[in-house]
Structures are given as C-alpha cells and as structure tokens.
Nanobody, 115 residues
Framework: QVQLVESGGGLVQAGGSLRLSCAASTSISSINAMGWYRQAPGKQRELVATITNVGMANVANSVKGRFTISRDNAKNTVYLQMNSLKPEDTAVYYC?????????WGKGTPVTVSS
C-alpha cells in the first residue's frame, strides 16, 4: 500500500505560478513511476506529467514549457511546478504512483486559475 498526499493547490490569477507537492508514505525510489493527472469539471481525468524512478520525465503537450515535474527521493516527494497558469488549467490535480501492476492515487488538490 502506498499513500499519497497532495498539497499546494489554491486560487491564482492567470499568469501566476503554483508548486504542487505529493508526499508518499514509502520510499519513492522503489516506485516505477509517479505522476500528476488532472480532472476539470465535466471532463475526464488526463495525464499532466510523469517521472520514472530513474528521473525520466514526460509532460503533456498542453502544459509543455510551462509545467515541470521533479522528484526528491530523500523526501519521498514529487513536485509539479506550474508557471504561466491559464484558466484552462483549472482542475483537481491528482498524484499517482505505479508500483508493479498497482496504481495508487491521492485525494487530489484543487487548482483554480482566475482570468
């Protein structure tokens, strides 16, 4: 079992920045991949960014150049730095961990970007 706790969401004006954190209950160096997904009202959950246990990152085209995913193995934490935020980035952001065939999810942190 892996528990994930997200933090850092909130209300920000367009063009602003936020940094989301995802703290894991276990050593993330043993987790194959971790990532961030988001779900806007009335829409399906979508991938934002992922990072493997060797640090290879993948970012969705919609946020490329604005969002950066990183991990701190010593703190068992994954981060999502979000810059140049747009109203269309408004969503609940969820942390995900893939451990072998299992997927674990956090409860999410809401991000609202006002125009």
């Amino acid at each position: 079992q892996v528990q994930l706790v997200e933090s850092g969401g909130g209300l920000v004006q367009a063009g602003g920045s936020l940094r989301l954190s995802c703290a894991a209950s276990t050593s993330i160096s043993s987790i194959n991949a971790m990532g961030w997904y988001r779900q806007a009202p009335g829409k399906q959950r979508e991938l934002v960014a992922t990072i493997t246990n060797v640090g290879m990152a993948n970012v969705a085209n919609s946020v490329k150049g604005r969002f950066t995913i990183s991990r701190d193995n010593a703190k068992n934490t994954v981060y999502l730095q979000m810059n140049s935020l747009k109203p269309e980035d408004t969503a609940v952001y969820y942390c995900n961990a893939q451990v072998r065939v299992f997927n674990y999810w956090g409860k999410g942190t809401p991000v609202t970007v006002s125009s």
